[in-house]
């Protein structure tokens, strides 16, 4: 089986594999109890019929698009025409059908994306955990070989992770608010990318957070990232080609190594080690303005003052078809006045250029991505105490990449068979093609090849 979509997409091109065959097998692997929970809704239909044409496309010797008819898997929170979208909640349920696919998944569409089914999430993308009362909860299939009890998939694009690793989908649209693409991406092996928000228009998404929120996706490898990223922003990718002792990068002490289980504090350090050997310039920063970034959290911050302005006449109305934990965060917005709000906005610009002024002269940032490997799912659906602390702690250093407008990348830096940890490469607004040509220059440092 071809590595990645970019693998995948080639053998297609070149006759080696027809779309159709590819889609098969992807719907094969979503069959599977892996993918239990995994999908609200399939799209076969529509999927078999893009498949179909790329095949006849590439009979007919015509150029074929860049996805070239392989499976896409798209959040349900995103307009898909002919489907409801209704965010994984049972108070959408009467949801009509879409008119017209949104401005992202119409530009998977044009890219040849074979668009599989709307995957589940956390209930309006609210958690880190992944955990979801109304269309239960998938699996993490990447730990189910070290423990057999089931782990949380991350959130809150659970589903859309789980398709990926699962081999149901080769890449899947999401969203990413506090860390929504890249904490199931680190806790199931694989790469999440949060672009710059104003990159990727938002339209046609049940918002989170209109000022945080960002669509983006999770794949199988680095150069994946790129080639969804330059389908998703309309824009062409040149990530600098740099070798890796070129980049001045940096390790912030402040926030971001708090608290790690002992793991991922493993597995970051010999990361750490293994780019140095390969010629990385790896210096170590306080950062202290870190620790400012989570005053701009309290009462709920941006994200639960913009929701409450969405939800609230839903929520009175239907509140009992809510998950309780989803409500109950949803309300904290409540409390937030219009003069609150304002004075957010205030202090999240001056927190950025306070930021933005300390990074000057770093070129990336490496981080953990979540300071702990998967829990059970279990002790998170019994305890609200549990749940919260779990929650808390997976969006911590994420979080504060959204809160920064900046961008962002998870991969794997796990030895194979052991736990999946992530390694987040950040930059503030506008690094995307920085950012990206780090991580391919640390991902090929990961696999050995210099």
Not at 37 to 48: E, L, T, W
Not at 404 to 411: H, I, P, R, T, V
Request: charged share 20%.
């Amino acid at each position: 089986m071809p590595t990645d979509l970019t693998q995948a997409a080639a053998d297609v091109r070149a006759g080696h594999q027809r779309a159709q065959a590819a889609l098969e097998e992807a719907a094969a692997r979503g069959a599977t109890p892996a993918n239990r929970h995994g999908f609200v809704r399939r799209f076969d239909a529509q999927a078999q019929a893009t498949a179909r044409a790329i095949d006849l496309l590439r009979a007919a010797g015509a150029p074929l698009p860049p996805l070239a008819g392989l499976a896409v898997s798209v959040k349900d929170l995103f307009d898909v025409a002919g489907y409801p979208t209704t965010a994984a909640s049972r108070s959408l349920r009467d949801a009509e059908p879409a008119a017209h696919d949104c401005p992202a998944v119409a530009r998977l569409r044009a890219a040849g994306a074979a668009l599989v089914g709307h995957t589940n999430l956390s209930e309006f993308a609210f958690s880190g955990v992944g955990i979801n009362p109304h269309h239960g909860t998938p699996a993490n299939p990447a730990t189910a070989a070290l423990d057999a009890q089931a782990r949380i998939p991350g959130g809150s694009t659970s589903g859309g992770a789980v398709s990926v690793a699962s081999g149901a989908a080769w890449a899947a649209l999401g969203s990413d608010t506090g860390g929504s693409i890249r904490i199931p991406a680190a806790l199931q092996g694989l790469v999440g990318f949060k672009s710059t928000a104003r990159l990727v228009p938002t339209e046609g998404a049940i918002p989170l957070s209109t000022t945080l929120d960002t669509a983006c996706a999770i794949t199988r490898s680095v150069r994946d990232a790129v080639l969804l990223h330059e389908v998703l922003a309309a824009r062409r990718v040149a990530p600098d080609p740099r070798p890796l002792s070129a980049w001045r990068l940096a390790v912030p002490r402040t926030v971001m190594l708090d608290a790690l289980e002992p793991v991922v504090a493993a597995a970051f350090e010999r990361t750490l080690a293994t780019l140095r050997t390969a010629g990385a310039r790896i210096e170590d920063m306080a950062l202290p303005v870190l620790a400012d970034g989570a005053a701009l959290h309290r009462g709920g911050g941006l994200s639960a003052a913009e929701s409450w302005a969405w939800h609230r006449h839903r929520l009175t109305a239907r509140e009992a078809d809510y998950d309780p934990r989803v409500a109950l965060r949803i309300r904290r917005g409540e409390a937030i006045s219009a003069a609150d709000y304002i004075d957010l906005l205030n202090e999240r610009r001056a927190w950025i250029a306070r930021t933005d002024a300390a990074l000057l002269g770093i070129d990336a940032l490496l981080s953990p991505t979540v300071p702990t490997v998967a829990p059970r799912i279990q002790p998170l659906i019994d305890s609200d105490e549990a749940f919260f602390a779990a929650n808390t702690l997976l969006l911590r250093n994420p979080s504060l990449v959204n809160l920064l407008d900046g961008c962002a990348l998870s991969l794997p830096c796990h030895l194979e068979g052991d736990w999946p940890v992530g390694l987040m490469v950040w930059a503030p607004a506008l690094a995307d093609d920085r950012v990206l040509g780090v991580a391919l220059a640390i991902e090929r440092a990961l696999q050995g090849d210099g």
